[in-house]
């Protein structure tokens, strides 16, 4: 079962920011306190090789960064891109997962559907990879 | 005729930018969208994101439209503003196991666990220009869209497959054949970003250097070790394409989070069994490791290639000829083509009051000749001697 980062940072923009939009109703009232960003920043990626296992800085990678208080929550969201709604809506749904209350199950359930949604897509594009699958014979 | 330093030229400077962007509109082609280079150029993308040390596809298509298609300066570009940006942190430590493949191949062995995979390539197909794309419409990109729905709806593969397979060389360490050494570096990763490059040098610190290498140079030399300048027999054990998921830590709880997905390649190339190093040691295959960001094929082989071939050279395993590519120094500090084209490129730069030192410096050897040559004509004359 993938994660609900991995699930969320996989689906549009526009998916993400509605499901944040509709759990934040059922907190009421509520009150978000921006501390940084969105922000255009850079992670470094760190990669572990397969040869040595030696951990390298392999590049940079470009983010969008928030960090939020919701209702005095932290909520931190991060994407790769610039995408400042996303990266926005990410750090609401962290601090909502965060904060008791029905719209935690509601969140969840989307989640989960967003989730089966993410596997038949992922599926679907290795499907027609694998049709390019080969078995060699030497001669 | 003199030559002094120059200054001024505001005008000048300007102008030539205005007809450089002439130059590139001068024919009124409709404008090239970003999107387009995105999409349609993924390989140039790749590079220039590769070579920057910057994922960002956008910006890269970005550079790449302002460059107009040239690697180097587009990679620069990229370079360039990557030193605007803050570093929050560093990601937590990816593997490539956790690589959805898209293309997943092996010249070691035809059969591996998992079955190898083309995907997207054209290393089995005649090259020949395609005219067809000449005038490419709409409703060839919706046929395409189309086969390839065909082609998914059509596989009988576990409906649960996304596209993770074990590695090879983790089956090759299995049976014994490669070694399991390990990495004895300390845990912070040596980073050429913040500190400069000193040899012998580490390997986290060779892999990053490589890792945004120019190709072409990069490629030059592996090729050298390969065809005879060196001793380096390689074979590809593994090289996957496909998209790996990047983590941070939770900045309050530490909790891996998910940002997304980049493209990536990588590749472990396997040399011929030696035990040159130790004669006591059992006879095991060297390997190296090649990552890119993008679909980069080439460079992720060459870079593999130079690593094995290095780790050789540290470890004094070359059996044959060393040859210029395991010269760790050589080959680090000569391969990062934004540091090679800046130098090469300075040359073009008003350098008049360099040259006016050389010129004096001319002048005064010409005058230390002239004034040898009369002096062995008239060192005979005074002795009194004919000359021969």
New interface residues.
């Given amino acids: 079962m993938a ?1 609900p ?2 699930v ?3 689906c549009p923009s526009a998916s993400v920011c509605a499901i944040a939009a509709q759990a934040l109703d059922y907190v009421t009232p509520h009150t978000i306190e921006m501390i940084s960003g969105p ?25 969008t ?1 928030t ?1 939020l208080e919701l209702n005095g929550t ?1 909520g ?1 969201g ?5 995408q400042p709604e996303f990266s926005t809506a990410l750090a609401l749904i ?1 601090a909502l997962l965060r904060i008791p209350g029905e719209h935690t199950v509601l969140l969840e359930e989307q989640i989960a559907c967003l989730a089966a949604e993410l ?1 038949h897509r ?17 001669f | 005729m003199g030559y002094i330093a120059a200054r001024g030229g505001t005008n000048a400077i300007l102008n030539a930018e205005l007809l450089v962007e002439y130059m590139r509109l001068q024919g009124q082609s409709t404008p090239i969208a970003l999107d387009q280079i995105r999409d349609q150029m993924r390989a140039a993308v790749g590079r220039a994101m590769n070579e920057g040390a910057l994922y960002a596809p956008e910006l890269a298509a970005l550079a790449l439209k302002q460059s107009e298609g040239d690697s180097i300066e587009a990679s620069f570009l990229l370079r360039a503003y990557r030193s605007t940006l803050q570093r929050v942190m560093p990601t937590i430590p990816a593997e490539g196991t956790a690589i959805r493949c898209m293309r997943r191949i092996s010249a070691s062995f035809k059969d591996i666990p998992g079955g190898q995979m083309l995907g997207p390539s054209q290393d089995y197909q005649i090259r020949m220009l395609n005219s067809l794309l000449t005038n490419e419409s709409h409703a060839d990109i919706q046929r395409v869209i189309d086969a390839h729905a065909t082609l998914a709806a059509e596989s009988d593969c576990d409906p649960q497959a996304i596209g993770h397979f074990s590695k090879v060389v983790d089956y090759m360490r299995q049976e014994g054949f490669v070694s399991m050494r390990h990495d004895d570096e300390a845990d912070e990763p040596f980073d050429i970003t913040r500190t400069a490059l000193t040899f012998p040098c580490r390997r986290s610190a060779r892999l990053q250097s490589l890792a945004q290498g120019d190709t072409g140079c990069l490629l030059t030399y592996a090729y050298s070790s390969v065809r005879g300048y060196g001793d380096a027999h390689p074979t590809l054990a593994e090289l996957r394409f496909g998209l790996m998921p990047v983590e941070v830590a939770h900045p309050m709880t530490g909790e891996p989070i998910c940002i997304g997905e980049i493209v990536v390649t990588e590749c472990e190339i396997v040399s011929k069994a030696h035990s040159v190093a130790h004669a006591s040691d059992k006879p095991q295959f060297q390997l190296g490791y090649g990552f890119t960001f993008g679909h980069c094929e080439v460079k992720a082989m060459s870079m593999a290639i130079l690593d094995s071939v290095l780790t050789q050279a540290k470890l004094n395993g070359l059996s044959g000829e060393s040859g210029p590519a395991a010269n760790e120094e050589f080959v680090l500090l000569h391969s990062d083509g934004i540091e090679a084209s800046g130098f090469t490129a300075h040359y073009k730069l008003p350098h008049y009051v360099t040259f006016e030192a050389d010129l004096k410096v001319l002048d005064r050897a010409t005058e230390h000749v002239q004034s040898q040559a009369l002096q062995a004509h008239v060192a005979p004359v005074a002795s009194g001697k004919d000359t021969p």
């Fill in positions: 994660s980062t991995y969320l940072s996989q922000k255009v920043a850079m992670v470094q990626l760190r990669l572990k090789e397969s040869v040595a296992e030696t951990v390298f800085n392999a590049g940079e990678v470009l983010v960064e960090r932290f931190f991060m994407i790769v891109g610039n962290d596997q992922q599926h679907a594009q290795f499907a027609a990879s694998n049709s390019t699958k080969v078995e060699f014979d030497t």
